[in-house]
């Protein structure tokens, strides 16, 4: 399954060679991808619709894609979920390195493994069995006689600089408590650009203080990456947005703005993706379209006469559905992406 002109605001395109995933924290509830599986469930696109389902047959589209484009990886699932084999995973890196015309973006909730993969390096030396370490796994699976071989892949090109630098990992963190755990693993996996999206956007989220990382100070003193002596920050963009869809909740507009206020003290570029299905608008009536918000994320329900008012910091949210809400923030939008877009742009 490929899209090529996809309406994620971000990319230009999407590459799913896995489908299915299962739920691992509150960000999940309302998963869009299980919505589409449901509905599409027995299809050629989702034969199991939900469960993990690897599709081969879909891992050579990357190489018949010759004019450089954005490729959002597995948006329909989850590439580091466990029931995805190690040999699978090696397989779609070895694509995206034989393929540096393209960029490629993943998100995971499983940061743990992906670090784990990631940094797994191998120290055998000369004649180690092939598929022992994660990289000879991606040359393994560019060999013609492998018997994990992907048709069209050539050895030679597979063997590129380590991170691939046309990679970007990013992690998905939808509150506090969550950017606390996957932005640290993040942090310390090898990457030519990280990232991270806040979507949908649940509670305020602060990246000066993630688990005692300050995750958007240049990396001068060394730290979780090591120490490179390189005067940017630890994160190199952040995506946000609000949740859409049947069920969404509603997003405080603070902790958006609060989002890109500490993206642009430290110049590392914002994208705001989405109201999603709630604005902020002050009106207060009982019609069940508006509730009150409140800064600690809680969903004070519907408002009545003169409740929120009288509460500090508390927002009425209209439900209006994602296009009516749209995506501006105080005014204009943010699309700012690292200097690392391909010369191709998004949906460009």
Known sequence: MAVSNSSIEWTDSTWSPVTGCTKVSAGCDNCYAETIAHRFAGSKAFPNGFEVTLHPERLEQPLKWRKPRQIFVNSMSDLFHD?????????????????????????????????????????????????????????????????????????????????????????SVENQQWADIRVPALLDTPAA????????????????NVRGIDALWPDWMGGPTGGTGASHPLLDWVVTGGESGPGARPMHPAWARALRDQCQKADVPFLFKQWGAWRPEPIYDTSGRYHVVMPDGRDRGTPWSGWGIDQPDAVTMERVGKGAAGRELDGRTWDEFPETVTAAGVNG
Request: charged share 15%; with cysteine.
């Open 83 to 171: 029931s995805v084999p190690d040999e699978y995973i090696a397989k779609v890196f070895a694509v995206m390195a034989q393929t540096p015309q393209h960029t490629y973006q993943i998100l995971t909730k499983r940061h743990a493994r992906m670090r784990s993969l990631l940094t797994d390096l191998c120290r055998c030396g000369v004649g180690h069995p092939p598929g022992t370490h994660f990289r000879s796994s991606m040359a393994w699976a560019s060999t013609s006689h492998s018997p994990t071989y992907v048709p069209g892949l050539n050895g030679r090109d597979v063997h590129q600089a380590w991170p691939l630098p046309n990679v970007w990992l990013g992690v």
């Open 193 to 208: 650009v990280r990232w991270i999206s806040a979507e949908p956007l649940l509670g305020p989220i602060d990246l000066h």
